[in-house]
């Protein structure tokens, strides 16, 4: 139980303590299209983030984390929280899902989705999973997003080590007017991951990264599994 507490304690941290601009109403008309869709891109990229699996007996895994990107956005070196769930409905089928808000300054971001995760291979070493998350809660825009990956698992003798390659597109919706700017566009991603996940005693530390050729992604976290 007092594990439970620290490790929701953290959680609790995590949502409420960001320092981070969606705004994209502070651009001129000069770099508001560069600047909007560079915003659309990383969060897109952000929400693609999920949990990787190494089965067990337990039907609940709970992840959370913090992500960062290289270079600064909105004049910012944004950090932003990751809250994921996993729930397992047979021994190769896990529904995962992200449900969670957090404070900023200006606006009040929400994030929310649900996805399949289907493990197959010998001892369930590969997993392919979709998602599809929504990022509301703005000022300035409303963004959904949809990944589909295929993670490879390498056990270690210390942990786990896993590859993955992923395809994701986003379509957002614009509420800020602007004469420049369309009212909705899409994107799409694809890009590479490569993460780690080392266990300390019923606790897993976890160091990820998503690399594309436009942007990397990286993040740190803890892995808990329950019941």
Known sequence: MKNQLVFLGILFSAATSQKLNFRINEFDDSEIIEKSENISYLSSLWLADQISIVPNNNKLIIKLGYSTFLGKINNLNWVLPNFNIAFKLTDNLFISGKFYGFHLENDIPQINGTGLQYLFGN?????????????????????????????????????????????????????????????????????????????????????????????????????????
């Open 123 to 227: 001892d369930y070493t590969w997993v392919f999973s979709y998602q599809k998350n929504a990022l509301n809660g703005l000022t300035d825009f409303r963004l959904v997003s949809s990944t589909y990956t295929l993670e490879k698992n390498l056990p270690l003798s210390f942990g786990d080590l896993f590859f993955s390659v992923a395809s994701n597109s986003y379509q957002q919706k614009n509420y800020y007017s602007s004469s420049v700017i369309s009212n909705e566009f899409d994107g799409d991603i694809n890009f590479i991951g490569i993460k780690i996940l080392i266990p300390i005693k019923n606790i897993k530390f976890g160091a990820f990264a998503n690399i594309n050729q436009r942007h990397s992604f990286f993040q740190l976290s803890l892995l808990k599994s329950f019941f």
